[in-house]
T-cell receptor
């Protein structure tokens, strides 16, 4: 069975400082992993995905994530936070079951960015 | 490029009234289609998914139903809304591949009064 745990429900940073959003996963086989961002009252936007190629994945808006199999982690980082990064972020693990992509969503991490 | 349209953006309905939310995808064929619900302060719950026309699978028992009358059209319905049906409803599509990510619409905020 697959699962995903986002270790922080809320993260607060100052503008211009680094961002770290933590995610651990559990999977019985090599997973596909994703990070999504959701701004208030909007749909989810794909930030980046890991699909067993390079372990360091670069996404949109300066975000990147590193797949660490030994630690079963897929943490999301950004060197310098911008006010527009304030949103909710979801870590997602994917499995293929019954002919469709069964995505398991984490509970989300709300990122606040202060001036 | 592929786009997904979902409407309406907001909806206020009384208890016991019917519901119809529509979602269409453009720029791709034979997508997998999904309906999710996001309750306030909670994560996403998969309600229905479809791998083809007329093929609907339900993840959780509920007051809602889904239909896929055309390849790129996905409809979420209810005959009689309950207060507990309030939430943020998201439609999504993915390709057929194992590693295909989901692409979401902008959502519908449903308030049942």
């Amino acid at each position: 069975a697959q699962s995903v745990t986002q270790l922080d429900s809320h993260v607060s940073v100052s503008e211009g400082t680094p961002v770290l959003l933590r995610c651990n996963y559990s999977s019985s086989y090599s997973p596909s992993l994703f990070w999504y961002v959701q701004h208030p009252n909007k749909g989810l936007q794909l930030l980046l995905k890991y699909t067993s190629a390079a372990t360091l994945v670069k996404g949109i808006n300066g975000f990147e994530a590193e797949f660490k199999k030994s630690e079963t982690s897929f943490h999301l980082t950004k060197p310098s936070a911008h006010m527009s990064d304030a949103a909710e972020y979801f870590c997602v693990v994917s499995g293929f079951s019954g002919g469709y992509n069964k995505l398991i969503f984490g509970a989300g991490t709300r990122l606040a960015v202060h001036p | 490029s592929q786009t997904i349209h979902q409407w309406p953006a907001t909806l206020v309905q009384p208890v016991g009234s019917p519901l119809s939310l529509e979602c269409t995808v453009e720029g791709t064929s034979n997508p997998n289609l999904y309906w999710y619900r996001q309750a306030a302060g909670r994560g996403l719950q998969l309600l229905f998914y479809s791998v083809g026309i007329g093929q609907i699978s339900s993840e959780v028992p509920q007051n809602l139903s889904a239909s896929r009358p055309q390849d790129r059209q996905f409809i979420l319905s209810s005959k009689k809304l309950l207060l507990s049906d309030s939430g943020f409803y998201l439609c999504a599509w993915s390709g057929q591949g194992v590693n295909s990510p989901l692409h979401f619409g902008n959502g519908t905020r449903l308030t049942v009064t």
